[in-house]
Every structure is written in structure tokens, then in C-alpha cells.
């Protein structure tokens, strides 16, 4: 797959089938997190893969938990403002995204694999965030759709204790990342131009191009 075609078509696929993902598909994707760069070159991390239906059984109540608090809080006026609106053109967009991450929350138990990635000492996210991309676009070379969510912070003892995280060593936990085959079609994420959310030499400097469509299609 060319590198152009799997950096513009690794977006947030939730919608998948329950197909188990083969060993060789799930080498490929720990192989290529560990390829990144880590900070220091400690490689201070640690990859969970949890396929345990019991596991899964287990961490999907907490899961649900956390998107219950999220909603009610941190987007509860953006629901509400969707709500009072829903013809508005940001009211669908975020309705979309809505659907999407609650139908992630409430089909949790049934993705074949989920990864969680911890880091030891950093919880910047600069030592393993670098490593988690690489393992969704490995995902994506082979067809594999990935979502990534760090939801979880909101009820990290109850998850850490389900995963057995030991208290000692100051691993934090760093994002939660669901893979499965999707149901629907692969294409370019909409999203604001380049140019709008990106400045040149200061905080508001005039960045000097505009990237009004994207620079890679799969027409």
C-alpha cells in the first residue's frame, strides 16, 4: 500500500465485524509500534493485547461508565446545543462522531482485539504515541480498522485492576485502541483545511499557503 493512501485512510473505523484478527495481522501491528521513536530511546512501553472474551466482558461496564461521565460533562453542551439544532451543519457533523463513539461503547465486548499501551514514567504521550500510530497504520496496511479512545482515564482503577497493572514501576496508562475489519468503505476524513488551523513563525502568523482539498485521493 502506498504510504500516502494509509496516512489519509487511517481514520476511526468502529463499525466492524466481529472476525478474529489473524496472528500474523496482529505481529505486524506490535512489530511496527516498536519501530517508532521513544523518547531517549528507552522504549519505556507496554503493549497489552486483550482478546479474552471474559476480559473484554469485564472491561466493557467500565468502558461504558467512562463515555456516560463523558457525555454528561465535557460534551454535554455540545449535545445539547446538536439537540436544540439538528438541522445545523456542526450539529450533524458532531452528531456523526455522537453515534459512532456510542456504538464503540456499546458494542465494546465484541471487537476482536483491543491494544492498551502504557508508558513508563512519561505520561506525555511524546515516548508511546509515536509507537500506537505506527500499530494502526500497520493495522491499516492490512485492511484492519482501528479506533483509538483514552476515555479509560476517567475510571483508570477500575481498568488497571481488570489488567492486573501493578501499582509499583509508574506505568500510565496512555490509549486504548480497538481493531477489528470494517463493515463500511475506506476514504479520506473530512476535515478543516491545513491552512486554517496551521501559522508560521508565531502563534497567529500568517502561515503563507492555502491546502483548500486534499492532496491525496483514492479516485
Not at 6 to 13: F, G, Q
Not at 21 to 35: H, N, T, Y
Not at 167 to 191: I, K, L, M, N, Q
Amino acid at each position: 500500500m502506498d504510504a500516502m493512501e494509509a496516512l489519509y485512510t487511517t481514520r476511526a473505523m468502529r463499525r466492524v465485524k466481529t472476525d478474529p484478527i489473524p496472528e500474523r495481522v496482529q505481529k505486524k501491528i506490535l512489530d511496527a509500534a516498536i519501530r517508532a521513536p521513544t523518547g531517549g530511546n528507552t522504549q519505556g512501553w507496554r503493549f497489552l493485547l486483550v482478546d479474552d472474551p471474559g476480559v473484554k466482558s469485564r472491561l466493557a461496564p467500565v468502558y461504558r461508565g467512562c463515555m456516560e461521565t463523558l457525555w454528561g460533562s465535557i460534551y454535554k453542551d455540545r449535545i445539547d446545543a446538536a439537540t436544540a439544532a439538528p438541522q445545523e451543519e456542526e450539529s450533524v457533523e458532531f452528531m456523526k462522531m455522537f453515534r459512532s463513539a456510542s456504538h464503540l461503547a456499546e458494542h465494546f465486548e465484541d471487537y476482536p482485539l483491543i491494544l492498551f499501551a502504557f508508558c513508563q514514567y512519561d505520561n506525555s504521550g511524546g515516548s508511546i504515541f509515536p509507537a500506537v500510530w505506527n500499530a494502526m497504520l500497520a493495522a491499516r496496511t492490512e485492511g484492519v480498522g482501528s479506533a483509538l479512545t483514552s476515555v479509560f482515564f476517567l475510571q483508570l482503577d477500575d481498568m488497571r485492576k481488570i489488567l492486573g497493572v501493578p501499582d509499583e514501576g509508574d506505568w500510565h496508562f496512555s490509549a486504548c485502541v480497538t481493531f477489528g475489519y470494517p463493515t463500511g468503505r475506506w476514504g479520506v476524513a473530512p476535515r478543516r483545511p491545513a491552512h486554517e488551523v496551521s501559522f508560521r513563525n508565531s502563534w497567529d502568523g500568517d502561515l503563507g499557503l492555502k491546502i483548500p482539498e486534499p492532496l491525496f485521493s483514492l479516485d
